[in-house]
C-alpha cells in the first residue's frame, strides 16, 4: 500500500482503509508476472564455488516479514544474499523507467521500506533492485540517506491519513488518474466539480468507459438448471444445453421462479463478485446472494448515522422525489402526443412543493398528487393500435397483482429496477435495506427504493414505452386469471430485452457531459451518494435528465 500511497495518497486510502479494489488490465497482469515469481519459490539455494570454499547463495522468494516498531509488513518477491549481507528484488511488469534514480518515487520507496525491513532484522542491507520485467533489466537502487528519510516520511504520512479517517483530496487534473484502476470509484474530476460547485471547473474528464463490457444472465426457463463447465455457465433442461454463457462477460445472475443452481455455481459467482438474485416467475424480487461484504464499514457507519437524523433523510427524499418528479415532467414533455401545458406546470409546481416540504410525510402527499397527474397522462404516450388491447384502461397504477397489462408490465419493470438498485448499492458498500425516504421494513429494500425514484420514469417507464409502441409486447402477451394481468414467459423474456436495452443505451451526462451508460450511471450515482453520506461532496447530485 505504501507504493500506492506514494503513487496517489487518496488510492492509498481507498485501498488500505476503505478497502476498494478494483482490476485493471496492470492490475491484472502485475499478479500474474507475480504468481509466476511465487511459482519458483520452492527452488533450492544455489552453490556457487568461490576458489576453494562453496558459498552458499541465498535465493528466497515471497519472503513475509512485518515490523511493529515501523508498522509495516511486506511480502518481498526475492531476497538474494550471502551470509548477513542480503538484497531485496522486486518484480515490475513495466520496462525501465528512464529517470533519474532508475525508478519511479512509490517503487524505490517501495523497495526501501523492504530494505529496512531486512536491516530491523539484523541484516546488512545497503541496496535493493527493481526487476523490470518488461525490458528484462536489473536497477540497482542505493538505500541512501536522502531515499531512506523520504521512505520514512511516506511512512508517517500514510500512518496520519489513516487516524485522520479522512480521505485524502483527488489528484487535480492529474494523468496518474488516466492510469489507476481506481478511478470509476475514486471520480476525482467528478468529486473536485461537485465540491467546487462547478465554478469555474471544467467538466470531468470522461476517464472511465461508459459502458460495461459485461451484462446480467436473466434464467427464466421453468426447472431450468444452472451448471458450470471451465469459465462457461451452461443452462440445461434436463440433459438438453438451453444456452451458455462467459462467466467473464456476466455481470449478474438473475433466476426467475424454480430455477436450481448447484452449490459449486454459487461459490464460483461468489468467488468472483458476481450477485446472484432471486425472482417470482412473475419478476417479483425476493433477494440476492453476494460474496463476502464490502469492507467499508465506514461508509456503513456514515449511512446508518445519517438515517437517524430526521433533517438529512428529509434533504435526500426531497432530492429523490424532485428528480422522479422532473423526470416523469419530461419524459410526457417528449413523448405525449399532446401539447400538455397544464400538467406540466401543475408539475412544476410539484417540484417546487416538494422542495419545500417539512416532513416525509408531506413530502409522501405531494409526491402522490404528482404521480396522479402523471398517470392520468400516461396512455398519452403509448400507440395502441393492436385491436387486442380492448381491456387497456389505463386510470392509474394498480399492482398486486396488477388489473391491466399496462401495469404489469410496470410492475415487472419497477421490480427489475429495485433488484438492479439493490445490487449496485450492496457493490459499492452501503446497505440497500436502510434507507432515508423509505423507511425500513422488513425485507424491504428501502434504499434501493429511494434511488430507484429518480429512474422510475427514464428506465422503468421508457422500457414500458417503447416495448409497446415498437410492438415488441403486444395483448397475447399477457394472461388473465381472477382479475389479475400477467405476462406470458415469451412476452416477459421479450420485455427483458426491452429493459436491458435501456439499460445499455448511452446517454449524455446532464451534470458530467461525457457519455455513459444508464448501467454505469446507477454505479456513479451510488458512489456519490456514498461520497455525499462521508462528507466529501456538499450535496447527493440527483440525475435530472435534460
Ligand atoms: S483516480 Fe486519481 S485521485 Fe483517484 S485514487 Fe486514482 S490517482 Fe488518486
Known amino acids: 500500500m505504501l507504493n500506492e500511497f506514494t503513487y496517489c495518497p487518496r488510492l492509498g486510502y481507498l485501498e488500505w482503509v476503505q478497502g476498494e479494489f478494483a482490476d485493471s488490465a496492470d492490475t491484472v497482469e502485475g499478479r500474474y508476472r507475480h504468481r509466476r515469481v511465487d511459482q519458483s519459490a520452492k527452488r533450492p539455494a544455489k552453490k556457487e564455488s568461490e576458489g576453494e570454499e562453496e558459498k552458499v547463495v541465498l535465493h528466497a522468494r515471497s519472503v513475509s516479514l512485518s515490523s511493529e516498531r515501523m508498522g509495516l509488513t511486506a511480502k518481498i518477491d526475492l531476497v538474494e544474499g550471502e551470509g548477513a549481507r542480503v538484497t531485496p528484488v522486486d518484480y515490475k511488469k513495466s520496462k525501465r523507467p528512464h529517470v533519474a534514480r532508475g525508478a519511479w518515487e512509490p517503487e524505490l520507496v517501495q523497495l526501501c521500506a523492504q530494505g529496512l525491513l531486512l536491516r530491523e532484522q539484523g541484516y546488512e542491507c545497503a541496496e535493493g533492485v527493481i526487476y523490470f520485467v518488461g525490458s528484462r533489466e536489473r536497477v540497482t537502487i542505493a538505500f541512501d540517506d536522502e531515499l531512506i528519510a523520504l521512505t520514512l516520511e511516506r511512512i508517517a504520512q500514510m500512518r496520519r491519513a489513516v487516524v485522520s479517517g479522512e480521505i485524502p483530496p483527488p489528484l487535480e487534473e492529474s494523468p496518474k488518474c488516466v492510469r489507476c484502476s481506481l478511478v470509476g470509484i475514486c471520480l476525482p474530476d467528478e468529486v473536485r466539480f461537485l465540491r467546487a460547485n462547478a465554478a469555474g471547473l471544467p467538466e470531468p474528464r470522461p476517464l472511465f468507459p461508459a459502458s460495461d463490457d459485461t451484462l446480467p444472465l436473466h434464467v427464466q426457463h421453468p426447472g431450468a438448471k444452472v451448471a458450470k463447465r471451465g469459465e462457461v455457465l451452461a443452462i440445461l433442461d434436463g440433459d ?121 410525510e408531506q413530502l409522501l402527499g405531494v409526491e402522490g398528487m404528482s404521480a396522479r397527474r402523471y398517470f392520468e397522462c400516461f396512455d398519452g404516450m403509448l400507440k395502441l393500435a393492436d385491436p387486442l388491447f380492448p381491456e387497456f384502461d389505463f386510470n392509474g397504477r394498480n399492482r398486486r397483482p396488477p388489473r391491466d397489462p399496462i401495469n404489469a408490465l410496470l410492475s415487472l419493470a419497477y421490480a427489475m429496477l429495485a433488484r438492479e438498485w439493490a445490487v449496485v448499492l450492496q457493490t459499492v458498500g452501503l446497505d440497500p435495506y436502510l434507507g432515508f425516504y423509505h423507511q425500513p421494513r422488513y425485507g424491504r429494500p428501502a434504499l434501493a427504493l429511494d434511488l430507484m425514484e429518480e429512474f422510475r420514469p427514464i428506465i422503468g417507464d421508457s422500457a414500458v414505452i417503447t416495448a409497446i409502441n415498437n410492438g415488441e409486447i403486444t395483448a397475447n402477451d399477457f394472461i388473465k386469471q381472477m382479475g389479475a394481468v400477467s405476462l406470458t414467459a415469451e412476452g416477459r423474456s421479450r420485455f427483458i430485452q426491452t429493459y436491458e436495452r435501456r439499460m445499455s443505451s448511452e446517454i449524455t451526462h446532464p451534470v458530467f457531459g461525457y457519455r455513459i451508460s444508464y448501467r454505469r450511471v446507477f454505479e456513479v450515482q451510488a458512489r456519490l451518494l456514498g461520497r455525499h453520506l462521508m462528507g466529501e461532496i456538499p450535496d447527493y447530485p440527483a440525475f435530472v435528465t435534460r
Open 240 to 360: 438438453a444445453l438451453l444456452t451458455e454463457a462467459r462467466l467473464g462477460e456476466i455481470s449478474q445472475v438473475a433466476l426467475f421462479g424454480g430455477v436450481h443452481i448447484s452449490t459449486p455455481v454459487v461459490q464460483e459467482l461468489c468467488r468472483r463478485g458476481i450477485p446472484l438474485t432471486y425472482l417470482s416467475s412473475g419478476g417479483w424480487f425476493y433477494g440476492f446472494t453476494h460474496g463476502m461484504n464490502h469492507k467499508n464499514i465506514d461508509l456503513r457507519r456514515h449511512q446508518f448515522r445519517a438515517a437517524e437524523d430526521r433533517s438529512r433523510c428529509l434533504l435526500l427524499a426531497r432530492r429523490f422525489v424532485q428528480a422522479k418528479i422532473a423526470n416523469c415532467r419530461t419524459l410526457l414533455r417528449r413523448n405525449h402526443e399532446l401539447p400538455l401545458d397544464q400538467p406540466l406546470q401543475q408539475m412544476k409546481w410539484d417540484i417546487e412543493q416538494a422542495g419545500k416540504a417539512d416532513s416525509l
